[in-house]
């Protein structure tokens, strides 16, 4: 969905909560708020404050604001700078994401207390087909009402939820019914919904194909909706056009599939002042890769593409990539290779961002492990489970990874013999 718009809260009684929604069995939960939400479930002197969640410095990026702060205009994603100037009183927290994994867990399994078909899109919204879980719980907007009571009563927590006949139109509703309400969207009803709204409101309309249908006079769906498909081709391309008309027609065939397979897994980091001594590069690229090798493990799954993202100062944007031989998980043979990569690389010019990712991901336990000529059976991967276990305990930050650049590879004798 488009980042410009802005789809008011239901009020229409064809749409409330009471509407017919005997052919709407797709539901979309949206968390309220979320990482700030659990900030202040936990902090109950946050209660009633702006709350802003997100990096604290510079170049940091608003990740989650209460409603509190978001009526002074601060928004996710924007730069943490903006919302300071905008709510100078609010409460600046950085994130806490173990807090709000624990969270995101407890949350879906209540989704699928009530039906396996949940779909999750992020750790704070997720689809639901509930078509089959009627007879237990009864129709689809009464399974909506259990699921936000047990999301409150449980987990201190609110939650907005769209029912439709589609993924998209649930999306839509519960966007609508922000905050802490329910929508439904009855069959027989979905282009009186969905033809009055903003037509950046369409999956896949961004700021620029937004500005682009608006110079060919198309404000609302409804207007795509009749605009002649020639049009819509010319200007936005084949695959564009055909995707946007289907949407405004409320045609979407797609079905929620519980089965979510990680095509990649990364992170990156922003540093708070462009960098150009190698070292603390080094120990970043270390970082990163120990935060990637622990969300594959945890996650059972290994890769064989390593990738080095590198962003310059001048905001060019450089990514280089290797293939091993044999797929790893383990943070070390990450950080040998996309070290090997950024030297390489040599860019020569003061880094803005450095990112590393993992990519063509496989089973852990369905892949064989090739040990390397003469390698112990036990090295990096058992040294790094081992850290796994000591941080669920104590907290990975007792774990510091930046230690490693200095330790003795595991699989390296104690005492080598010299030729």
């Not at 409603?67 to 928004?75: F, P, T």
Request: glycine share 10%; aromatic share 6%; proline share 8%.
């Amino acid at each position: 969905m488009g980042r410009s718009q802005s789809l008011p809260r239901g009020g229409d009684p064809r749409f409330g909560p009471d509407a017919d929604d005997s052919g709407s069995p797709i539901l979309h939960v949206d968390m309220d708020a979320f990482f700030a939400s659990v900030e202040v479930r936990g902090r109950q002197e946050l209660r009633g404050r702006p709350v802003v969640v997100g990096g604290l410095g510079p170049r940091g990026v608003v990740s989650s604001a209460s409603y509190e702060a978001r009526r002074y205009g601060v928004r996710s994603a924007m730069p943490m700078m903006r919302a300071r100037a905008l709510c100078p009183h609010a409460v600046y927290l950085p994130p806490d994401f173990a807090a709000y994994t624990a969270a995101s867990r407890a949350v879906m399994q209540i989704f699928r207390d009530v039906t396996p078909l949940v779909e999750p899109l992020s750790l704070d919204e997720a689809f639901l087909d509930v078509a089959g879980a009627r007879r237990l719980f009864g129709p689809p907007a009464a399974i909506a009402r259990r699921i936000r009571a047990r999301v409150a009563d449980e987990l201190g927590l609110t939650c907005s939820v769209g029912v439709a006949p589609s993924k998209f139109v649930a999306k839509l509703g519960s966007t609508r019914a922000k905050p802490d309400g329910l929508l439904v969207v009855p069959a027989t009803r979905v282009l009186d919904f969905l033809h009055p709204l903003p037509v950046d409101a369409l999956w896949g309309v961004g700021e620029r194909s937004a500005q682009t249908l608006h110079r060919l006079g198309l404000a609302t769906i409804g207007d795509l909706a009749e605009a002649p498909y020639g049009m819509l081709r010319k200007a936005l391309g084949e695959a564009s056009a055909s995707h946007l008309h289907e949407l405004a027609w409320g045609r979407d065939p797609r079905g929620v599939s519980p089965e979510h397979v990680e095509k990649s897994i990364g992170a990156e980091v922003t540093f708070d002042a462009d960098v150009a001594d190698p070292t603390e590069i080094r120990r970043a690229l270390l970082a990163l890769a120990d935060k990637v090798g622990a969300r594959l493990r945890r996650a059972g799954q290994v890769g064989r593409t390593v990738s080095l993202k590198v962003r310059l100062a001048d905001f060019r944007t450089v990514n280089r990539s290797r293939t091993l031989p044999v797929p790893t998980d383990t943070a070390r043979e990450m950080f040998d290779t996309v070290w090997a990569l950024y030297t390489a690389l040599d860019p020569g010019e003061r880094i803005r961002l450095v990112g590393v990712r993992v990519e063509g991901l496989a089973t852990a336990d369905a892949t064989p492990r090739q040990l390397a000529l003469g390698a112990p059976e036990h090295g990096w991967r058992e040294a790094e489970a081992a850290a796994d276990a000591a941080a669920a305990r104590f907290g990975r930050s007792v774990i510091g990874p930046a230690s490693l650049l200095g330790k003795r590879d595991p699989r390296r004798n104690e005492n080598p013999r010299r030729p």
